[in-house]
Protein backbone atom coordinates (compact mmCIF):
# COMPACT_ATOMS: atom_id res chain seq x y z
CA UNK A 1 0.00 0.00 0.00
CA UNK A 2 2.08 2.92 -1.42
CA UNK A 3 1.52 6.15 0.53
CA UNK A 4 1.78 9.56 -0.66
CA UNK A 5 2.20 13.13 1.28
CA UNK A 6 0.69 16.06 -0.89
CA UNK A 7 0.82 19.68 -0.41
CA UNK A 8 -1.65 22.13 -1.45
CA UNK A 9 -0.59 24.71 -3.59
CA UNK A 10 -2.52 27.32 -2.34
CA UNK A 11 -1.82 26.89 1.37
CA UNK A 12 0.41 24.75 3.02
CA UNK A 13 -0.97 22.07 4.25
CA UNK A 14 -0.66 18.29 4.04
CA UNK A 15 -2.80 15.38 2.76
CA UNK A 16 -2.22 12.00 3.04
CA UNK A 17 -3.55 9.34 0.03
CA UNK A 18 -3.07 5.30 0.49
CA UNK A 19 -3.32 3.58 -2.74
CA UNK A 20 -5.02 0.20 -2.94
CA UNK A 21 -5.35 -2.01 -5.89
CA UNK A 22 -7.63 -0.16 -7.87
CA UNK A 23 -8.49 2.27 -4.89
CA UNK A 24 -6.90 5.45 -2.98
CA UNK A 25 -8.13 6.85 0.53
CA UNK A 26 -7.29 10.37 0.75
CA UNK A 27 -7.00 11.44 4.48
CA UNK A 28 -7.20 15.05 5.73
CA UNK A 29 -8.22 16.22 1.80
CA UNK A 30 -7.52 19.79 1.04
CA UNK A 31 -9.17 22.51 -0.33
CA UNK A 32 -8.07 21.61 -3.51
CA UNK A 33 -9.99 18.48 -4.45
CA UNK A 34 -8.49 18.58 -7.78
CA UNK A 35 -5.23 18.13 -7.21
CA UNK A 36 -6.48 15.07 -5.56
CA UNK A 37 -8.69 13.32 -8.25
CA UNK A 38 -5.49 14.13 -10.84
CA UNK A 39 -3.33 12.21 -8.89
CA UNK A 40 -5.84 9.51 -8.42
CA UNK A 41 -6.42 9.98 -12.26
CA UNK A 42 -2.77 9.64 -12.50
CA UNK A 43 -2.27 6.59 -10.83
CA UNK A 44 -5.28 4.83 -12.54
CA UNK A 45 -7.16 4.33 -9.42
CA UNK A 46 -10.71 5.90 -8.14
CA UNK A 47 -10.52 8.10 -4.79
CA UNK A 48 -13.25 5.67 -2.41
CA UNK A 49 -12.52 6.71 0.82
CA UNK A 50 -11.94 10.29 2.54
CA UNK A 51 -10.92 10.62 6.26
CA UNK A 52 -10.79 13.52 8.61
CA UNK A 53 -8.88 13.43 11.44
CA UNK A 54 -9.27 16.95 12.56
CA UNK A 55 -11.64 19.88 11.90
CA UNK A 56 -10.90 23.34 13.63
CA UNK A 57 -12.00 26.92 12.38
CA UNK A 58 -8.60 27.63 10.53
CA UNK A 59 -8.56 24.62 8.52
CA UNK A 60 -10.33 24.64 5.23
CA UNK A 61 -11.06 20.89 4.62
CA UNK A 62 -12.21 19.31 1.21
CA UNK A 63 -13.38 16.25 1.99
CA UNK A 64 -17.13 16.85 1.77
CA UNK A 65 -16.11 18.19 -2.34
CA UNK A 66 -14.42 15.32 -2.83
CA UNK A 67 -16.40 12.97 -1.44
CA UNK A 68 -19.49 14.61 -3.16
CA UNK A 69 -16.78 14.45 -6.61
CA UNK A 70 -15.88 10.94 -6.45
CA UNK A 71 -18.82 9.43 -4.20
CA UNK A 72 -16.38 8.40 -1.98
CA UNK A 73 -17.66 7.41 1.60
CA UNK A 74 -17.05 9.86 4.35
CA UNK A 75 -15.12 8.98 7.55
CA UNK A 76 -14.05 11.10 10.03
CA UNK A 77 -12.53 10.26 13.47
CA UNK A 78 -14.25 10.62 17.41
CA UNK A 79 -12.00 13.85 17.95
CA UNK A 80 -13.78 15.86 14.90
CA UNK A 81 -17.23 16.49 16.41
CA UNK A 82 -18.20 16.40 12.82
CA UNK A 83 -21.78 16.98 11.89
CA UNK A 84 -21.87 16.37 8.73
CA UNK A 85 -22.86 12.53 7.81
CA UNK A 86 -20.13 10.31 7.82
CA UNK A 87 -19.19 6.67 9.24
CA UNK A 88 -17.49 6.88 12.59
CA UNK A 89 -14.06 5.74 13.08
CA UNK A 90 -12.90 4.94 16.42
CA UNK A 91 -9.35 4.31 18.23
CA UNK A 92 -7.80 1.02 17.78
CA UNK A 93 -10.93 0.01 15.86
CA UNK A 94 -10.33 -1.08 11.63
CA UNK A 95 -12.60 0.29 9.17
CA UNK A 96 -13.51 -1.35 6.19
Do not use: I
Not at 10 to 22: I, T, V, W
Not at 34 to 48: C, R, S
Request: contains cysteine; aromatic residues 8%.
Amino acid sequence: MPVQQLFGKRLPRSSYLYEGLNTLAVVDAGGDVNLHMQVAKDAGVQVTHTWQSRLRGDFNSGQMDLAQETRAARHATEFTMCAAPHAPTFAGKQTA
